[in-house]
């Protein structure tokens, strides 16, 4: 594998290689060069297959990582590419020309991030979130709770417990509270 | 009288006047030129009319001696009628070509010398005159086709004189070889001397000469140079050339008849009638019109030619009259039909078939027009009818079968080119280039008109005048003059006339045929109200109806096979045409017509075999006792043509469907019943003894059955509204056919009132239809849907008539099912009635499909402001509803009479208690069950009327979902492919095996004749090898 | 007894459609339809209790919990209670556990296509106020604030047993003429409608889906 | 005589190989004057009666001998007729190779095939 | 004759009364029988009753439109319809119903009348649900009237008569007359139709609940409903009584027609727990498969 990565290393810019597993190798790439390096995977490394394509807000970087994971089913061998983006205008190229199931992904991306994949089909249809007018709810800078309140109607009385010490002093009382 | 030899002096003397002396003439010249025609044409009719009052033929001997020193013209009654006719056409010719002679004056001399010609050619008796006159009527015409001077024209030209000029070779030596062994040229003599014409010498002789003579009429394969002379010469001279010409050579041919030997007698029918079928069969891939007629003229020619060798020579027609209409029927109507079709043409600017559309913006010529196609189709009124008739008759007499098939099957390639050009006129887009003249229309309007007269002469001659067969045509050309009487009235004068024809023919009807007046007459009146609602002159819709309503009435009184076949043909046509105007593209008409000519056909063909076996067309006897299959397979399955029975039912659906919407009820409902007529006619005449047993009858039977499935089958796979109607009579008609095959009381009875049902329903279906279309303006089911809100009164109608057409109790239609069955296990015929049952469950199908995807489901955002059918289309559904309803109630008020009127044939199986009916197997009480069954139904409905209170209506999207809500109606409603399943079950049954079979043969007789008329190559030499070809083979045909 | 209809606009004004589709759905209002008196409608009572058809439809992970139900081990058909697959016909919703807002629009949907009377069980505990989804930007809270709920069966999930427990407490309910919570809804009706509008943004239904 | 027959037989065939395999027409018309010629030849040698002379009344003949002394004299008036239309013939045919040859520039009979099916 | 009428009208009402409770008394039996099969102890044997109460006892209903409302009505009378033209009980007065007023033929195609009512109303309540299930109803149902019609026209043969009293007369007289053993091929026939007329698995995708909710009755609820339930009664009670008239030799008296009609319900319930379901186009083809070739069978061997 690591072969692969040199052959790689030759004509992108891959930094960050980092081996999570025997089988799973992560590397980020810039994004300009993005796009083009999953072609060239798809199409003469045989990574047929697009198993994911996510979205992590590293709202303090003022990012977007994108992470694209492939997966090459000769070796048994995948992939993931994490790509840096801008967080205030988040766009990318779209690669539902190379796998049509992408558009899902990115139709999820838009509604949950508000990442934009331009031409990218229905990309702007509702996704799970019929109607959504506030800021994409999985944007860290949403605060879920204080919507929650403000839109439904939370019934009052309610107690929350750590399930686990909750469980633990209900099923062993003796211990008493702490531990 | 003038003597006949004064022809030949004044018009050379003419020509030669005008030629030398045209300077001075000036404006005599035209003058001159007509008084001289009228001269010739003046000459011949007062020996006419001596010849006909029983004055004896006349002899002229040029310079005073006998034959045969000397030359001898004959005027008899043949002669002085074909030269009366010939220089009529003559002077009808000329002044249509009087602006082609405008400037030039070699174009009159030599027409007089051509006209002088032809006349000499009938009269003279004498061989080597007939060469001469030959060749002068050919040069001049070489020099008259040149006069134009296309480069066309002149390779034509050319190719003509070589042909013609091997042919007077091979006519000078023939001649001068039967002159060397009877030494004589008086054809008279020769003849009467034939036994001097022996050896091989006198073999070849005859066939040098019959060689020669065949080439001058044009016959296959040795008439390549004549097609380009119809094409490339001007229209006028073609049609003198189609019409004079060839009838003078024809009539040459005919003087030498006897002179053959038998053989070579057979050979010349042989070739005369090939030249018929494959002149048609090449004629079916031609597209310029010059050249169709070409094709056409010498068709007719060789028919001419083989039928007089085949009636005259092999086997002698007694009777002078029979051969006047075959024979003089024939010429006069080919040389008036095919001039006048010429003297169009030369109006009209394009080449093409299709450029000829332009007619359509002149309708009086569009009407001649199609009366010169109908004439040379051998339609009525025309006096090729007549000879068409007459012509199968005699030939089946003779029991020359394969030869009336040949003729047969040329007529109906004919009548396929013919009336695929008529469509293409109609349908095809309009042109513009054409130039009218009042000198070229005088002639095309008197030709047409004398054809009328001479076809009623024949009539008379052949019937017996009969006032009845005429009227029809008489009212609907009235009509038709009454031009600028708005549609409605019309339609209503058309009710009135249907209504009063019916008044006094109801009075001379009896039993089965006052029923079927019935059918015929009120119930198309009734029908006739929807066409109220059209706006509109509608020319000839009308009149069209007019002539096929009082035709149905004559095919009911008409007491010889002759009056049943012209009211048959009539109709068939008058349909044909009818049906043209309602669609928008010509095959179908065309389908429908080629299908019901052959139909006739088969009719005519089984007429003429009883004709033949009987001896007299009397209809109450068909055939005797050995003759009957062939009589009985012949009728029936004309019939069956007519009824749309599976195999050749590919014409109906598109007849029933794309005919206009106010005329589908009448031509399904009422139209198809006359194929009934006919299947029950034939039953009834072919005499009981064979009829009630052959195992015939089962063949028909499964056919009908088959019928009665497969159109229930296709109707349930249909989109189109109308082509499900279409489809669902095939079927209904189907059960007809099996009711009728089953010759018994119960099944008769059945069928009868079958068919009543069924005009009733489908009538109420096709009127509904027409009203939605109107309303809607398409016929796609799935496009409809949810329209009981807007038509409630429609949707009452088809509802009811849907229950009725698949035999739900309690209404009428259930009776027709009860009769069915009882009548086919009576007769044991157990498997065709599990069969008809299957047919009757999938028409179920349908007729759910129907009313579903029109009038419920989901209501189109598009059709959301239609408004009711109108008026006219409700008024006759609902009056139909009320007979349904009250043949429900009491059914016995039809079933009785009908079942009356059958106990007249065959002793009645069916019994009655009360209301109750009784058959040898069931019961039926039709009162009682609508009694309970209304009964039955008011319980409930009452209960759930108590809570209508509770009841909130809703719209149409308010429906159970969950997940989505519904996205438009056009998604929402169910109905495009409603029976995918049936489709993957049983589609196969559907694959359209019969228009696949139709389309092969179809396209094998085109290709066919693609390959064939590769002889005529266009080269001049080649046509002279041909020639030279014929010879030869008429040499190894002929034995010598 | 309850509200007089009349003070109330009988039509809806469907705003949520689009003009060219308001004629599909119909816009009537729903009306609040008395009971009878006395022992008839006791014994109607008795028969709507004994013969209780459920609308099979999932809403959530409580709907695995629903199948058991119609097993040899449980047999709920004893009581009378029968899974029916259209609205139209049930005479009770099953709320299965945490909604969503998508869910809770077909869920009312399907809801106000039943026919009077008609009730509603709502399972677990993120049916009462969110549950374990309390804070999460799509799950509702409380679900009596959008329709009128007859029995809340607490867990997460709650077993069968406890199912059958609810819908005998339902039969209880129905016998004694309490669950009329069709009526609540159309008195109510107004109110029910602006929370549901509330949190239900792009509203492209009829106001009330008869 | 018999040799004239055959001779004109043998112009005969000669004209038809002419018109049958000459593609140019001004040697197809010279074919057809050819076999007129031959017809002509066997029109008159049929008519020939060995020892008889041409059929023209000279002073001296009885009306009643004619037919012993003549050869039959008909043959010799259609020669005579047939000679004159064939001369027509050849005439026409040769105005049409002009005319055709005005239009076409080409006398090859294999041109003339714009006409054709 | 004003007596007579209203007389054999009361018959037909008692007749009736008898086939309506008997009727539902057999569907809740067969409900408990198939959950006893399934292991279970089943609804009550009175559950149909309870529910039809329960559908009449809601207090809405919507309508879509007229022959919305008039489907279900079809249907009921479409169904008593067919149950009065059927002698029920031989011999008897009170059961011998409207049987006079037409013969085996009227009742074949009596059933098509609320088979249409039915299509039309479900037809217009504009569900594509409902279009789509009758669309597949109607179908089948053509594919399992031929092997039914070639049974019935093998039983025409048999007993020269479409009078259902005449064959079960020719039936009486011992258990060896019934068409079941004189004519089995024709009885078998007929009794596959019935498979497909009962529309229980495996010829049930017209309802298939869990694809087009419930087929035909989609939108239909509330008393609307309660019509239909009834009508599956009397529908269902009168098929087998015709069955039972034709090849088990009819009934004389009420207990017989119980015993028979359970015995003839209980095939098909017995098919329908132990087989899953044919898509149409299979029942299609099914049905014009083997039964038919059984009920030609039964024709030619009859008309030997």
């Known amino acids: 594998m690591t072969k692969l990565i040199d052959r790689l290393k030759a004509n992108f810019r891959i930094k960050n290689v980092t081996m999570q597993r025997a089988d799973l190798i992560f590397l980020t790439v810039p994004e300009k060069q993005a796009v083009s390096l999953i072609t060239y995977l798809r199409n003469q490394e045989n990574f047929s297959h697009l198993v994911f394509l996510t979205a992590v807000d590293w709202i303090e970087e003022n990012k977007f990582q994108l992470n694209y994971m492939l997966h090459n089913h000769g070796f048994n061998f995948s992939l993931g590419i994490r790509v840096m983006i801008n967080r205030q205008k988040p766009v990318m190229t779209s690669i539902h020309h190379l796998w049509e199931h992408a558009s899902t992904y990115q139709r999820e991306l838009k509604e949950m991030f508000g990442i934009d994949f331009p031409g990218s089909p229905e990309i702007d249809q509702n996704f799970i979130l019929e109607g959504w007018e506030d800021i994409p709810p999985l944007r860290r800078d949403f605060d879920t709770l204080k919507y929650s309140e403000r839109t439904y109607f939370p019934r009052t009385g309610r107690k929350s417990h750590d399930p686990r010490k909750f469980m633990k002093s209900k099923i062993y009382p003796e211990q008493g509270e702490e531990r | 009288m003038v003597e006949p030899i004064y022809l030949f002096i004044i018009l050379p003397v003419a020509a030669f006047l005008m030629g030398s002396l045209h300077q001075h003439l000036n404006r005599w010249q035209v003058f001159i030129f007509f008084t001289v025609l009228l001269f010739s044409f003046y000459l011949p009719i007062p020996w006419l009319i001596h010849l006909l009052k029983g004055g004896s ?217 090939m030249t018929y079928v494959l002149m048609n069969l090449m004629g079916l891939k031609q597209v310029k019109a010059n050249r169709l007629l070409g094709y056409s003229s010498i068709a007719q020619i060789g028919l001419l030619v083989g039928l007089s060798a085949l009636l005259l020579h092999s086997t002698p027609v007694t009777g002078l009259t029979t051969i006047w209409i075959i024979l003089g029927g024939l010429l006069i109507n080919h040389l008036l039909a095919k001039a006048g079709l010429f003297w169009i043409s030369g109006l009209i600017k394009g080449e093409s078939l299709s450029s000829w559309s332009v007619l359509r913006k002149y309708p009086s010529l569009l009407f001649i027009f199609a009366c010169l196609l109908m004439a040379l189709a051998g339609l009525p009124p025309f006096p090729g009818f007549w000879v068409k008739w007459n012509i199968a008759m005699q030939l089946a007499q003779h029991k020359q079968f394969l030869w009336l098939g040949f003729i047969m099957l040329g007529t109906l390639l004919e009548a396929v080119y013919f009336f695929r050009w008529f469509g293409l006129i109609m349908k095809s887009e309009l042109t513009t280039g054409i130039r009218v003249r009042i000198s070229s229309l005088l002639p095309i309007f008197t030709g047409t008109f004398l054809m009328f007269f001479i076809s009623l002469t024949m009539m008379n001659l052949l019937s017996g005048f009969n006032f009845n067969m005429l009227l029809p045509i008489l009212i609907a050309t009235l009509i038709f003059a009454l031009k600028l009487i708005p549609g409605k009235l019309k339609a209503l004068m058309t009710i009135f006339i249907i209504m009063f024809y019916f008044y006094f023919l109801l009075p001379e009807l009896s039993g089965l045929y006052r029923l079927f007046a019935i059918i015929f007459f009120p119930l198309s ?202 489809y669902s009579s095939m079927g209904q008609v189907g059960y007809i056919v099996l009711a009728l095959a089953l010759y018994s009381h119960l099944g008769w009875t059945a069928a009868l009132y079958l068919a009543f049902n069924h005009i009733f329903f489908k009538g109420i279906l096709f009127l509904a239809a027409a009203g939605i279309i109107q309303r809607l303006g398409t016929r796609k089911m799935y496009e409809m849907g949810g329209l009981i809100n807007r038509m409630p009164l429609s949707f009452l109608a088809v509802l009811i008539s849907i229950i009725a057409l698949s035999g739900v109790p309690p209404l009428s239609g259930f009776g027709s099912k009860w009769l069915l069955y009882n009548a086919l296990l009576e007769k044991e015929w157990y498997l065709q009635a599990a069969l008809a049952f299957f ?202 | 007894m309850l509200k007089n209809q009349e003070n109330q606009p009988q039509k809806l004004a469907n705003a949520g459609l689009p003009e060219h589709e308001k004629y599909l759905f119909c816009d009537a209002r729903p009306r609040i339809r008395h009971p009878f008196k006395g022992f008839w409608e006791k014994f109607l009572n008795w028969a709507r209790a004994n013969s209780i058809w459920m609308l099979a439809y999932g809403t959530g992970c409580g709907a695995i919990e629903l199948r058991p139900l119609m097993t040899a081990r449980y047999d709920v058909f004893r009581y009378g209670i029968a899974p029916r697959p259209t609205p139209r016909q049930s005479s009770v919703i099953i709320i299965g556990g945490y909604c969503s807002v998508k869910t809770l629009k077909r869920i009312i949907r399907s809801y106000e296509q039943m026919q009077n009377p008609k009730f509603v069980l709502a399972l677990g505990s993120c049916t009462i106020n969110g549950g374990m989804y309390w804070d999460s930007y799509n799950t509702i809270n409380r679900i009596d604030a959008y329709i009128p709920v007859d029995i809340y069966i607490a867990g997460c999930m709650p077993r069968p047993e406890a199912i059958i427990a609810g819908f005998k407490k339902l039969k209880q309910l129905i016998k004694s003429g309490k669950a009329e919570g069709a009526n609540l809804y159309a008195e109510n009706f107004d109110w029910y409608k602006a929370n549901q509008k509330k949190i239900i943004k792009d509203w492209n239904m009829p106001d009330y889906n008869w | 005589m018999r040799e004239m027959a055959f001779l004109g037989f043998a112009l005969v065939l000669l004209g038809f190989w002419a018109m049958l395999t000459r593609k140019n027409i001004l040697r197809i018309i010279i074919g057809f004057t050819i076999i007129d010629s031959g017809i002509h030849l066997i029109i008159v040698n049929l008519g020939y009666l060995p020892g008889r002379t041409a059929p023209i009344l000279e002073k001296g003949m009885r009306v009643g001998d004619l037919s012993k002394h003549f050869v039959d004299p008909i043959p010799s008036a259609l020669v005579l007729t047939a000679i004159v239309i064939g001369l027509a013939v050849t005439a026409l045919m040769l105005v049409y190779a002009v005319r055709i040859y005005e239009r076409k520039r080409t006398l090859n009979i294999d041109k003339y095939r714009e006409l054709k099916w | 004759m004003l007596q007579e009428t209203v007389t054999i009208i009361a018959y037909a009402f008692i007749s009736l009364l008898v086939i309506t409770i008997y009727g539902l008394t057999l569907n809740g039996l067969v409900m408990k029988i198939v959950a006893r099969v399934h292991g279970r102890f089943g609804p009550p044997l009175w559950q149909p009753f309870i529910d039809i109460i329960k559908n009449n006892a809601k207090r809405t209903m919507i309508y879509h439109g007229t022959m919305f409302f008039l489907g279900p009505v079809f249907r009921i009378a479409g169904g008593i319809g067919t149950y009065l033209f059927i002698p029920a009980i031989h011999g008897s007065e009170v059961f011998a119903n409207f049987s006079f007023s037409g013969d085996l033929l009227l009742v074949m195609y009596f059933f098509f009348f609320g088979q249409l009512g039915m299509a039309l109303g479900a037809g217009e309540s504009g569900h594509p649900y409902s279009a789509i299930a009758v669309s597949r109803g109607l179908a089948q149902m053509t594919a399992f009237e031929v092997p039914f019609a070639l049974s019935v026209i093998s039983l025409a043969i048999q007993y020269q008569t479409l009078s259902i009293t005449g064959i079960v007369s020719a039936q009486q007289g011992g258990i060896l007359h019934w068409t079941v053993f004189t004519n089995p091929l024709a009885t078998v026939a007929a009794l596959i139709a019935l498979l497909g007329m009962n529309m229980h698995s495996p010829f049930d995708i017209v309802l298939a609940p869990q694809e087009i909710p419930i087929g035909p009755p989609t939108e239909f609820h509330s008393a609307y409903l309660g019509l239909l339930q009834t009508n599956r009664a009397i529908f269902n009670l009168a098929k087998l009584v015709l069955f039972m008239n034709l090849y088990f030799g009819g009934a004389t008296n009420i207990l017989i027609l119980i015993i028979k009609t359970f015995s003839i319900y209980m095939l098909s319930v017995i098919v329908g727990v132990s087989f899953p379901r044919f898509r149409t186009e299979q029942s299609i083809r099914f049905f014009l498969g083997i039964p038919t070739i059984l009920g030609i069978l039964a024709v030619i061997f009859q008309k030997l």
């Open chain 2, 839 to 1040: 047919a009757s469950t999938v028409a179920f199908l349908y007729c759910f499909r129907l009313i579903h995807s029109i009038f419920l489901g989901q209501e189109k955002t598009r059709f959301r402001q239609v408004k009711e059918a109108s008026l006219w289309f409700l008024i006759p559904q609902y009056v139909l509803i009320a007979l349904i309803m009250l043949i429900s109630l009491f059914p016995n008020i039809i079933i009785e009479p009908i079942a009356q009127v059958m106990a007249d044939f065959i002793p009645a199986t069916l019994s009655w208690e009360g209301n109750t009916l009784m058959s040898s197997l069931g019961y039926w009480n039709g009162n009682v069950i609508m009694i309970i069954t209304m009964g039955v139904f008011m319980i409930p409905l009452i209960g759930l009327l108590l809570r209508v209170r509770s009841m909130q209506k809703v719209k149409q999207f308010n429906i159970v979902y969950a997940a989505e809500r519904p996205d438009k109606p056009e998604t929402t409603h169910v109905a495009h492919n409603f029976f995918p399943h049936y489709q993957k079950a049983l589609g196969f049954l559907v694959t359209p095996l019969v228009s696949k079979f139709w389309a092969a043969v179809s396209e094998w007789c085109h290709t066919i004749a693609g390959v064939l008329r590769n002889i005529y190559t266009g080269n001049g030499q080649t046509y002279a090898l041909h020639i030279v070809f014929m010879v030869v083979l008429i040499y190894i045909l002929a034995g010598v």
């Open chain 2, 57 to 273: 033929t006349a002899q002229v001997f040029t310079a005073g001696f006998l034959p045969p020193i000397s030359i001898n013209l004959q005027i008899g009654i043949e002669e002085a009628f074909l030269m009366t006719i010939i220089n009529l056409l003559g002077i009808m010719g000329a002044f249509y070509l009087l602006h082609h002679f405008r400037g030039t004056v070699y174009g009159p001399i030599l027409y007089l010398v051509f006209i002088m010609g032809l006349n000499g050619i009938i009269m003279t008796r004498d061989l080597f005159n007939l060469f001469v006159f030959m060749e002068i009527t050919s040069i001049s015409l070489y020099s008259l086709i040149t006069l134009s001077g296309s480069s066309e024209n002149l390779t034509a030209g050319f190719k003509y004189i070589i042909a013609s000029g091997i042919a007077s070779i091979l006519f000078l030596i023939g001649t001068i070889y039967l002159y060397y062994l009877t030494g004589t040229l008086n054809i008279d003599v020769m003849i009467a001397s034939g036994y001097k014409i022996v050896g091989p010498a006198g073999s070849i002789a005859l066939i040098m000469l019959l060689s020669a003579i065949i080439v001058e009429l044009k016959q296959f394969p040795v008439n390549g140079w004549a097609l380009d002379i119809y094409t490339a010469s001007d229209p006028g001279i073609a049609a003198i050339i189609a019409g004079g010409s060839s009838s003078a050579m024809f009539f040459a041919a005919y003087k030498l008849l006897p002179l053959w030997s038998p053989s070579l007698s057979s050979i010349i029918a042989g070739i005369g009638i």
């Open chain 2, 525 to 726: 009146a009734l029908f006739m109200i929807a066409a109220m609602n059209k706006p509109g002159y509608r020319n000839g819709y009308f009149e069209l109806l007019i002539l096929i309503v009082l035709s149905l009435g004559n095919l009911l009184t008409s007491h010889t096979s002759l009056q049943f076949f012209y009211s048959w043909e009539v109709i068939t046509v008058a349909t044909y045409l009818i049906i043209l105007r309602g669609v928008k593209r010509f095959d179908t008409a065309l389908l429908y017509l080629v299908f019901s000519l052959a139909g006739a056909l088969m009719i005519l063909a089984g007429f003429s075999y009883s004709y033949a076996v009987t001896g007299s067309t009397f209809l109450g006897i068909l055939g005797s006792s050995n003759s009957q299959i062939t009589i009985y397979i012949l009728l029936v399955g004309g019939f069956l043509i007519k009824t749309g029975a599976v195999g050749v039912h590919i014409w109906l659906p598109g007849a029933y469907a794309e005919t206009e919407d106010d005329f589908s009820p009448i031509i399904s409902a009422i139209l198809s019943k006359t194929g009934i007529l006919g299947l029950l006619l034939v039953l009834l005449l072919m005499g009981k003894s064979f009829a009630a047993n052959t195992e015939l009858n089962t063949i028909l039977g499964w056919i009908g059955v088959l019928t009665a499935f497969l159109g229930a089958l296709f109707a349930i796979f249909q989109e189109d509204l109308k082509y499900m109607l279409a």
